[in-house]
């Protein structure tokens, strides 16, 4: 059974920073890409920033230069650094990992439960 858990959301006033974190868990797997998503009240849920297995990144064209996704393959675990945050940004932020599971042919996409940021003064 695998897991992925988001945390470090929280109430931020315009202008700060917030660090969330997503860690898979579970069966032996090997993760590739990791994405971030993000869900508005009333919005589409929309890609904020990807990481795949070799590190390449990208970024929704709303977040480029103040948000940045890394990865520590060793802990099995994604973070997204988001910095100039703006009332905009206020959405719950999904994380979701594509993990080939061992003895398994094919990698699977696994989703987070997601993690409330909220920009407000």
């Known amino acids: 059974q695998v897991q992925l858990v988001e945390s470090g959301g929280g109430l931020v006033q315009p202008g700060g920073s917030l660090r969330l974190s997503c860690v898979a868990s579970?069966?032996?797997?090997?993760?590739?890409?990791m994405n971030w998503y993000r869900q508005g009240a009333g919005k589409q849920r929309e890609l904020v920033a990807g990481?795949?297995?070799?590190?390449?990144?990208n970024y929704g064209d709303s977040v480029k230069g103040r948000f940045t996704v890394s990865r520590d393959s060793a802990k099995n675990t994604a973070y997204l650094q988001m910095n100039s945050l703006e009332p905009e940004d206020t959405a719950v932020y999904y994380c979701s990992a594509d993990l080939q599971i061992v003895g398994r042919p094919f990698p699977s996409r696994y989703w987070g439960q997601g993690t409330q940021v909220t920009v407000s003064s």
């Open positions: 990481i795949s297995g070799s590190g390449t990144t």
């Open positions: 579970g069966s032996s797997f090997r993760m590739n890409t």
